[in-house]
Each structure stands twice: as C-alpha cells, then as structure tokens.
C-alpha cells in the first residue's frame, strides 16, 4: 500500500472515530413551554416527533407546583440522548420561573452527570432560560435556543399591563380573562427595553459562554408576522450582552411553535455536540 494510500486510510479512520464519539456523547435536552401554555405543545406542534426521529428519547417530566417545589415523572430507558419537559406556572414572573428552572436544570445535571446540557425555550420560557443562565454562570446549560421569545420585550405585554391597572381589570375574570390580573408582574419583566427596567439590565449582564441561537420568526407581511412579538426582539444577537457570540436565523410565521422549529432545533443540537 502506497505512502498516500495509507495517509487516506488513517483520515478516514480518524473521521469515523470524531463521528462515532459524537455519537456516543450523553446529552440531556430541556424543554420549556411559553406563557399561557404547557409541555403539550411540544408535541402538538410535533417538534418531540421530529426530536425522537433524530436520536432523541423521552426522558420525563418536570412538574412544578405553585408553591415551586416540583416532582420528577421520569420516562425510563438508556438512550444516550434524552428530552425533558418542564411544566413551568407561565402566569409567573419571570424571574420567579429562572429559579424554579435553577432547580430543575440543577436536577438534571445530579440526575445525568455524564451529560451534556441543553435547553430549549418558546417565548417567554426563552428568556426564563437565559435568566437561569446569567444569575448561575455554572447552571451546566451549555447551549440554548429561543424560539419567537420577547429578548427586548413586547408591546403586547405593556398594553396587557395597563389594561389591568385600569378599571377594565374588573372585567377580565367575567369574560375569561382573568390570566391579565394573575400575570401583571410577568407583563412588567416583559415589558419593552427601557433604562431602569429588567430587561434592561438582563441585556446588559454577563452571559456564561456557551452556543446560543435564537429562531426568529419572518417579518414581512400581517399574515406572516408574529403579531405578539416583533422579529427584532427575538433576535439574539441584538442583545447588547451577546451580538455576534450569537446566531440567529429567520423561519416559520406567527407566534406558535412549529414542525420545523423541531428540525432546526435538531440540526443545530448535532452540531454544537460535535463541535464540544
């Protein structure tokens, strides 16, 4: 076998091998429902289908009560990847739902200590995550993706905000709305980027290192348009804290979660495991 044979051999051997050792790196992906929803939507939208077509398991779920003490349902098995769900009080102030997510991410590193962490968050669960993240630098959480989450807040969750310190508030339990009055602190952590307030200062704090991505939702058009929180808010890397140490990329329309959020979420988690 010639000089050059064997050098291709050797590449091709050590190729295989990255490849085979990616394969077999544990890892452990949570993820965390939006406001006014539940871990159910996961699947509805069938993202956890495309997940377990990809490598991905049930690994349980987190349900946590309103007191913020949680159970633990575990799914059993002994795939290398594994998902979780976390059922969070989304009527909750955010920053009330970060540590109620301390707690479970904490969990799940004793649980798994052999695996890597991911965690992935619709709305404002993405932004309960990256809270999580900044008060804890060494939370374990070493990638996270958004999707359609208020980053720089939302006009929404102001106009939702001075509809209950009206006397409109009254209302609201008769006409099925009452969530308004029970979420007024969640409005205010949600409300647009301004000087003095918490996404202020949350845009501004140091961010642990790690793989960030946010999936933004297009822009263009009233029908296309995410009609609860602009494109530009959703963006990662206008983050005054992240920028560039962020990717963001554009896909689907609306608000809701989506089939293909699942097949980017995967595309991406493949990634960021071969690149550790």
Do not use: C
């Not at 050059?4 to 544990?26: E, H, P, Q, W, Y």
């Not at 077509?53 to 098995?77: E, I, S």
């Not at 109620?100 to 709305?123: E, K, Y």
């Amino acid at each position: 076998m010639s000089f050059k044979a064997i050098s291709i051999f050797i590449i091709i051997l050590v190729t295989a091998g990255v490849a085979m050792a990616s394969d077999r790196t544990a890892a452990s992906l949570l993820l965390v429902h939006g406001y006014a929803s539940d871990p159910e939507v996961w699947r509805k939208s069938g993202i956890v289908g495309v997940l377990e077509t990809n490598g991905w398991h049930p690994g349980g779920k987190f349900l946590v009560g309103a007191d913020g003490k949680f159970r633990f349902d575990a799914a059993f098995g002994d795939s290398v990847r594994r998902y979780y769900l976390a059922d969070l009080p989304s009527e909750a102030p955010i920053r009330h739902q970060g540590e109620i997510l301390d707690t479970l991410v904490s969990a799940l590193v004793r649980q798994r200590p052999q695996a890597v962490v991911f965690a992935a968050g619709h709305s404002a669960g993405g932004v309960a995550l990256r809270l999580a993240m900044v008060w804890r630098s060494s939370l374990g959480i070493r990638g996270l993706i958004t999707i359609a989450a208020p980053h720089r807040g939302t006009d929404t969750a102001k106009l939702a905000s001075f509809i209950t310190q009206t006397p409109m508030a009254m209302m609201t339990p008769f006409v099925g709305m009452g969530t308004l009055n029970r979420s007024q602190n969640l409005y205010a952590d949600l409300a647009p980027e301004e000087e003095g307030n918490f996404l202020f200062w949350l845009n501004r704090a140091k961010h642990p290192r790690a793989f960030y991505l946010s999936i933004v939702r297009e822009s263009g058009g009233l029908l296309a348009m995410d009609p609860v929180v602009s494109s530009a808010s959703q963006d990662l890397t206008q983050v005054q804290a992240l920028g560039k140490l962020a990717q963001s990329i554009t896909s689907g329309t609306g608000h809701a979660l989506e089939t293909n959020d699942g097949e980017l979420m995967a595309e991406y988690l493949a990634r960021w495991i071969k690149g550790l």
